[in-house]
T-cell receptor, first 112, second 116 residues
Framework: GPKVLQIPSHQIIDMGQMVTLNCDPV?????FYWYKQILGQQMEFLVN????????KSKLFKDQFSVERPDGSYFTLKIQPTALEDSAVYFC??????????FGSGTRLLVI | GDSVTQTEGQVTVSESKSLIINCTYS????????LFWYVRYPGEGLQLLLK?????QKGSSRGFEATYNKETTSFHLQKASVQESDSAVYYC?????????????FGSGTQLTVMP
């Protein structure tokens, strides 16, 4: 079936630097999401993006985080500046209806 | 807030034996939430295994079943006869679009290993 692609699969970055995580969603999907999973913990919702806007965000979505999808290209999550506690696997998902997500396989981010 | 609990972090079962993975939920919603089981095979993204949006109903897919039990607030995943290819991580999740939110609340996942 259709897939969500996440690039890169792994990223190592120095604390304080900026990182951009890329997500290529399913082509006709309208809703986009980021989730964060720290090793050994549950996957947690970060943000929902629809029609060019953040629709809802959790308390984990700090001021250093931003999302965008310029001109229907990649849906991106940018962290600037990064902190040690941002080390996690970040999962992108997209959906046509709002529910029934298609998830990517994740980007493993390590901040050192 | 809402929560989902999976008590077993790891389950090991021999091939052709039966399986049950426990999931219970807690919700503050006055409506009944939607319940899901997702599966992640090694190296792949989460895939929807089954979902049930009506309390009392049963969902099924690929030989797996789960019944939405609002009395016990449970949504246990069962399979009568597992195969080695079922080895994966299984996540129970809850969604409550009646609250105006599309986010999912996930359990911590259960790693299933099926021994040949």
């Amino acid at each position: 079936g259709p897939k969500v692609l996440q690039i890169p699969s792994h990223q190592i970055i120095d604390m304080g630097q900026m990182v951009t995580l890329n997500c290529d969603p399913v082509s006709n999907h309208l809703y986009f999401y980021w989730y964060k999973q720290i090793l050994g913990q549950q996957m947690e919702f970060l943000v929902n993006f629809y029609n060019g806007k953040v629709m809802e965000k959790s308390k984990l979505f700090k001021d250093q985080f931003s999302v965008e999808r310029p001109d229907g290209s990649y849906f991106t999550l940018k962290i600037q500046p990064t902190a040690l506690e941002d080390s996690a696997v970040y999962f992108c998902a997209s959906s046509w209806t709002g529910s029934d997500y298609t998830f990517g396989s994740g980007t493993r981010l390590l901040v050192i | 807030g809402d929560s989902v609990t999976q008590t077993e972090g790891q389950v090991t079962v021999s091939e052709s034996k039966s399986l049950i993975i426990n999931c219970t939920y807690s919700t503050t919603s006055i409506a009944y939430p939607n319940l899901f089981w997702y599966v992640r095979y090694p190296g792949e993204g989460l895939q929807l295994l089954l979902k049930v949006i009506t309390a009392g109903q049963k969902g099924s897919s690929r030989g797996f079943e789960a019944t939405y039990n609002k009395e016990t607030t449970s949504f246990h995943l069962q399979k009568a006869s597992v195969q080695e290819s079922d080895s994966a991580v299984y996540y129970c999740a809850l969604g409550d679009p009646s609250s105006g939110s599309w986010q999912l609340i996930f359990g911590s996942g259960t790693q299933l290993t099926v021994m040949p």
